[in-house]
């Protein structure tokens, strides 16, 4: 599975055809957004982070690394929802949006990174 498959967007950029199933993987709703707007199909605040471990870690660069290992062990309890979302990327594309800038150290990048390993 390649990340074509499965891509991640922020909630502030247009939707796009393209996208697929567009769900949203923060715990809290974008501020300024409209369900409209956002084109958001489903939201899945169960596999967003923790509130603790998103106030501890937010966002900075340097707490990626265990950011990226606490979040992942939280995500080790939502198996059935983790296995919804890859069933979803296997029948069509998946868009998993959020709202931080930074792209590469997002939780949805380590969601992404979780679901193509679990299609594999």
Known sequence: MTT????IKRAYDPPSPSDGLRVL???LWPRGLSRATGRIDQWARELSP????????AHDPARFPEFRIR????LATHASELTELALAAERSPLTLVFAAKDLD???AAVLRELLEESLQ
């Not at 923790?50 to 870690?57: H, N």
């Not at 979040?71 to 939280?74: G, L, M």
Request: net charge positive.
């Open 4 to 7: 074509e498959r499965i891509r």
């Open 105 to 107: 150290r997002s939780n």
């Open 25 to 27: 993987v923060d715990r």
């Open 50 to 57: 923790s509130d603790g471990l998103r106030r501890w870690y």
């Open 71 to 74: 979040y992942r062990d939280e």
